[in-house]
Nanobody
Framework: QVQLVESGGGLVQAGGSLRLSCVAS???????ASWFRQAPGKEREFVAG????????YYGDSVKGRFTISRDSAKNTLYLQMNSLKPEDTAVYYC???????????????????WGQGTQVTVSS
């Protein structure tokens, strides 16, 4: 049994920061772990991903330079540090992980086996 639980969302003013966390409760070996987000009426969007072994990182164009993805293997936790937040960052943020996807699949939601419940991030102007 693998369960992912996000936390850290909330309301923040434009220009502010938040850090999201995602804890995996069951033992699993993730090849990649990522953050996606979805705003009402929009498609789910890739935000950031990380290769668990080695720590290579990947970012969506809209967040590059502002967000940082990281992981703590000992704590089985994935993080997303979000700085310089903009109103357009408002969305439900989901963490996802998969033990077998390849690099070309990292940015696509269809490949991920495990998903969290989502945490709301609201950025006010």
């Amino acid at each position: 049994q693998v369960q992912l639980v996000e936390s850290g969302g909330g309301l923040v003013q434009a220009g502010g920061s938040l850090r999201l966390s995602c804890v995996a409760s069951g033992r699993t070996t993730a090849r990649y772990a990522s953050w996606f987000r979805q705003a009402p009426g929009k498609e789910r969007e890739f935000v950031a991903g990380i290769r668990w072994s080695g720590g290579h990182t990947y970012y969506g164009d809209s967040v590059k330079g502002r967000f940082t993805i990281s992981r703590d293997s000992a704590k089985n936790t994935l993080y997303l540090q979000m700085n310089s937040l903009k109103p357009e960052d408002t969305a439900v943020y989901y963490c996802a992980a998969d033990p077998s996807i390849i690099l070309s699949e990292v940015r696509r939601q269809e490949g991920y086996a495990y998903w969290g419940q989502g945490t709301q991030v609201t950025v006010s102007s």
